[in-house]
Antibody, heavy 115, light 110 residues
Framework: EVQMVESGGRLVQPGGSLRLSCATSGFTFGVYWIHWVRQTPQTGLVWVSRIKGDDGTTHYADSVKGRFTISRDTAKNTVYLQMNSLRAEDTGVYHC????????WGPGTPVTVSS | QSALTQSASVSGSPGQSITISCTGTSSDIGANNYVSWFQKHPGKVPQVVISDVSNRPSGVSNRFSGSKSGNTASLTISGLQAEDEADYYCISFSSSGTWAFGGGTQLSVL
């Protein structure tokens, strides 16, 4: 059974930093891309970033490029999202998602950027 | 990157068919066959109903179908049921290596 479990979300002040983790199991980590997706009631679903499990190739949405860094630990089958220079608009529930075709979602971890 | 364009809401009666469209550009929807559709009920994580334009994952009702023409992808739900009432999101791969979601369409079953 595929499992994606996020952690690390919390309340943080604007300009602050946070590292999210996504622990995965139930599949061959290196075969898939893993994505981070932000969900808010106001904006719906927003794609943030993705990383390839085998070689670590990364891509970012323009809105987070230069501020967020996605990485992975293949020994732990875990993906991370380092979030720096956080803004109010980064607030939301962050889901890690295994790539198409089946798009397996984790339950998400909430991030609130507010003073 | 720009979000894909979806109509904000659509409605239908039980038993009817509805179509939700998702419009992008020649750099995303028009450039590949990596368009998926998600169903999201309140308080639940999104569930894929269509992958790669028109493929229906195992377990998804055959009332759901997908297609694409040019820069626009479409999700059709036939034989509408009350349980289909949810938000629907499209996502497409872009030639830049990124992905983008549509703004979401709220489906009401009257």
């Amino acid at each position: 059974e595929v499992q994606m479990v996020e952690s690390g979300g919390r309340l943080v002040q604007p300009g602050g930093s946070l590292r999210l983790s996504c622990a995965t199991s139930g599949f061959t980590f290196g075969v898939y891309w893993i994505h981070w997706v932000r969900q808010t009631p106001q904006t719906g679903l927003v794609w943030v970033s993705r990383i390839k499990g085998d070689d670590g190739t990364t891509h970012y949405a323009d809105s987070v490029k230069g501020r967020f860094t996605i990485s992975r630990d293949t020994a732990k089958n875990t993906v991370y999202l380092q979030m720096n220079s956080l803004r109010a608009e980064d607030t939301g529930v962050y889901h890690c998602v295994r790539d198409r075709p089946l798009w397996e979602w984790g339950p998400g971890t909430p991030v609130t950027v507010s003073s | 990157q720009s979000a894909l364009t979806q109509s904000a809401s659509v409605s239908g009666s039980p038993g009817q068919s509805i179509t939700i469209s998702c419009t992008g550009t020649s750099s995303d929807i028009g450039a590949n066959n990596y368009v998926s559709w998600f169903q999201k009920h309140p308080g639940k994580v999104p569930q894929v109903v269509i992958s790669d334009v028109s493929n229906r994952p195992s377990g998804v009702s055959n009332r759901f179908s997908g297609s694409k023409s040019g820069n626009t992808a479409s999700l059709t739900i036939s034989g509408l049921q009350a349980e289909d009432e949810a938000d629907y999101y499209c996502i497409s791969f872009s030639s830049s290596g990124t992905w983008a979601f549509g703004g979401g369409t709220q489906l009401s079953v009257l």
